[in-house]
């Protein structure tokens, strides 16, 4: 047994030891001097010795101890005495994850399957579902961002506000992913000390503001991951007309858009950051390896977190206290024939 570092976790119960005891040694004595009052009222001095000829003042003495013995151990069992550590490994429960989602109509191009929003959404989904270990938020953004749905734990709203968002939540036109990253850093408590951001779009950042607002919130210790959504090569933009037709998207001049994945500002917004750049994939694992490169961030940073904890031994004390009622009960006071 390791008895290093002895002390009691809670020493104002040693108290009771102390004044318990002396409590009780107080009741004994006067205890036994109204015995011997009441015997001198009852019969002559020398009548009282022979009466009293069997009684052992010695085993009245020991089983006398063993309480006041009893009494201390009771109050020494309560102060929690330890020794010995152990080292205990601790993990955070969680962390808050601000989800900036872009629903401009560049994320209705469908080179993944249906299109880049509504695959988004699924991945999100699914991550919330099977990954989040603390609280969500989720900002909507395009030529403008809003929150749609605060920090919360409480999952099930906020796959509401996810399911509801679309290409017309954001009534301003093009993609501001500075804005975006302004908006979920609002959304986020300051006093946090790990600041989480998790962008989805296909990174055409219309007003280029981007990498220059993700530079202004690492020395704010936000850390950004961003997941590209789209491919390189691109696709067209399928939008519904207000007659209610599927028609494509074309520039000023009559030229269809084509939407392309632009990973190099991604790339840049995450590495000014501190944080990494994952295409979504079709299975939207780019959020999985999300939940991967936080937890190595964690362990990279700090290690395990691990506590130095004393080891409770209040089992002793009471294990002694237990003998000694015991034992007092079945000690007798009448003297052995040997006495």
């Not at 084509?258 to 501190?274: C, N």
């Amino acid at each position: 047994m390791d008895f290093a570092h002895p002390h009691f976790a809670e020493p104002q119960w040693l108290w009771l030891a102390v004044l318990g005891s002396v409590s009780l040694a107080a009741l004994q004595v006067y205890a036994a001097r109204r015995r011997r009052a009441q015997l001198k009222q009852i019969a002559a001095p020398g009548f009282v010795q022979t009466l009293t000829r069997s009684h052992s003042p010695l085993r009245r003495g020991i089983k006398n101890a063993m309480l006041l013995a009893a009494v201390a151990g009771i109050g020494i069992a309560m102060a929690r005495p330890q020794w010995g550590v152990q080292h205990l490994e601790t993990r955070e429960l969680g962390e808050d994850l601000v989800f900036a989602l872009d629903c401009s109509r560049s994320m209705l191009a469908s080179d993944v399957s249906p299109n880049r929003l509504t695959r988004a959404k699924q991945a999100v989904l699914d991550f919330v579902r099977n990954h989040a270990r603390g609280r969500v938020g989720l900002v909507a953004f395009a030529g403008q961002a809003f929150l749609q749905c605060p920090l919360t734990f409480d999952y099930d709203a906020f796959e509401d506000a996810l399911r509801a968002l679309d290409d017309k939540t954001i009534a301003v036109p093009g993609t501001d992913i500075g804005r975006a990253l302004e908006e979920a850093f609002e959304a986020m408590s300051k006093e946090d000390q790990r600041k989480l951001i998790i962008l989805l779009t296909d990174g055409e950042d219309l007003r280029e503001s981007g990498v220059s607002t993700a530079e202004s919130l690492a020395e704010k210790d936000v850390v950004v991951f961003t997941i590209g959504v789209g491919t390189t090569s691109g696709s067209e933009i399928m939008v519904i007309n207000e007659h209610g037709q599927r028609e494509l998207v074309r520039d000023e001049d009559g030229q269809v858009v084509r939407s392309r994945l632009d990973e190099a500002t991604l790339q840049k917004i995450a590495e000014a950051t501190g944080g990494r750049y994952y295409p979504l994939g079709a299975l939207g694992e780019g959020l999985a390896r999300v939940r991967l490169a936080v937890d190595t961030r964690i362990a990279d940073a700090a290690g395990v977190p691990t506590q130095i904890l004393g080891i409770d031994r209040f089992h002793v004390p009471l294990a002694v206290v237990l003998v000694l009622l015991v034992s007092e009960s079945l000690l007798g006071t009448r003297r052995w024939k040997t006495e």
